[in-house]
C-alpha cells in the first residue's frame, strides 16, 4: 500500500505547463502515482491563469475550495467547492483561478510525478 500525507509534501512552484508560460502563481504538490493514475493537489492564487493545453492522458480536477473558471475546448464553466469535470485527453483546456483555490488532479494514464519536480 503507498500512502501519502499531505501535510509532509512541500507545494512546488508551477512556471510552465507542457512547455508553454503560467500566468500569476500557482502550485503543485505531487500526493501519489499508481499504476494507471496520478493524483496532484494544486493552489491557485487569484489570477493564476494555466495556458490552453493538451495531455495524453484524461483529467478529474475536484475542487476542494476556492472558485476557478475552466475550460474545455470552446466550453466554459466555473467551479466551486464540491463541483467536478472532466478533461478528456487531447482536448485543449485550462483553468483560471478566479479566488484563493485548492482543488485536486486526478490523471490517467500516470504521468510520472517526477515532471513536476522541475517546475520551480
Avoid at 505531487?30 to 493537489?41: A, F
Avoid at 464553466?77 to 485550462?94: F, M, S, T
Avoid at 485536486?104 to 510525478?113: D, G, M, Q, R, W
Amino acid at each position: 500500500m503507498k500512502i501519502a500525507r499531505s501535510g509532509e509534501i512541500a507545494y512546488l512552484t508551477i512556471n510552465k505547463v507542457e512547455g508553454e508560460p503560467m500566468s500569476g502563481s500557482a502550485n503543485v504538490k505531487p500526493l501519489l502515482e499508481g499504476e494507471n493514475m496520478t493524483i496532484l493537489e494544486m493552489n491557485y492564487h487569484p489570477g493564476a491563469v494555466s495556458p490552453m493545453h493538451l495531455h495524453n492522458h484524461e483529467t478529474l480536477l475536484y475542487v476542494i475550495e476556492g472558485e476557478i473558471q475552466v475550460t474545455v475546448g470552446t466550453e466554459k464553466v466555473v467551479l466551486r467547492a464540491g463541483d467536478a469535470c472532466h478533461q478528456p485527453e487531447g482536448e485543449k483546456h485550462n483553468v483560471e483561478a478566479l479566488k484563493e483555490s485548492t482543488f485536486l488532479e486526478i490523471k490517467s494514464p500516470a504521468p510520472p510525478l517526477a515532471q513536476f519536480l522541475g517546475t520551480s
